[in-house]
Structures are given as C-alpha cells and as structure tokens.
Nanobody, 116 residues
Framework: VQLQASGGGLVQAGGSLRLSCAAS????????MGWYRQAPGKQRELVAV???????NHAPSVKARFTIAMDNAKNTVYLQMNSLKSEDTAVYYC???????????WGQGTLVTVSS
C-alpha cells in the first residue's frame, strides 16, 4: 500500500484547509485510515481515524473543528480543518492499517503552517 498526501500549506489563524490522502496498491486490505501530526519538538499524535464502515474518532483538541471522511470507492481519506489555530502547525501524516492490524503504512507527510 502506498499513501500520497496533499493539501498542506500556509494559512492564517481562523482559516481552513483540506488534506487528502490517496491510497494505492493493495487497498482492499485497508480497514482503517487516519491522520496523525507531529509538531516541532513533539511526539507524533493522533488527529482522527475512520474505518471502512465510517466509524470515526477525533482527538479532543480538534473534535469541534476538524472532520475526517473517507471515499471508499477512491480509497481516499480527507481531513477538513476549520478554525485553524497556531497550535495546529505540524507535519500531518496519513496512515493506513491493513490486514486486520498486521500492517501499518505511512504517507510522506504534508506541512500545515498556521500563522497568528
């Protein structure tokens, strides 16, 4: 499975961005997709995950502002980010879990910078 993320960039505080991550390869084995982020000097943290059955989980820090969605036909996961804050600045990584948890894949990361 290969993951190609896109959509990062520079945005002012209060603005919006939409991240996309397209999976290719053995996509039928994917059961969960999600987004993680890593800010400078911090550990990578969960942002949001979604299952093929559309069950979602968002981190408390983003729950009211970010929305994860998946297009199963396109094997693409999206992260709509609204009301962005400076503390949302990070490299955002797409993740896919496949083969019932036996395999874990990461995309290349896309930088989101929120200016205050």
């Amino acid at each position: 499975v290969q993951l190609q993320a896109s959509g990062g960039g520079l945005v002012q505080a209060g603005g919006s961005l939409r991240l996309s991550c397209a999976a290719s390869g053995s996509t039928s084995s994917i059961t969960v997709m999600g987004w993680y982020r890593q800010a400078p000097g911090k550990q990578r943290e969960l942002v949001a995950v979604i299952t093929r059955g559309s069950s979602v989980n968002h981190a408390p820090s983003v729950k009211a502002r970010f929305t994860i969605a998946m297009d199963n036909a396109k094997n693409t996961v999206y992260l709509q980010m609204n009301s962005l804050k400076s503390e949302d600045t990070a490299v955002y990584y797409c993740n896919a879990i496949a083969s019932y948890g036996a395999k874990n894949y990461w995309g290349q990361g896309t930088l989101v910078t929120v200016s205050s």
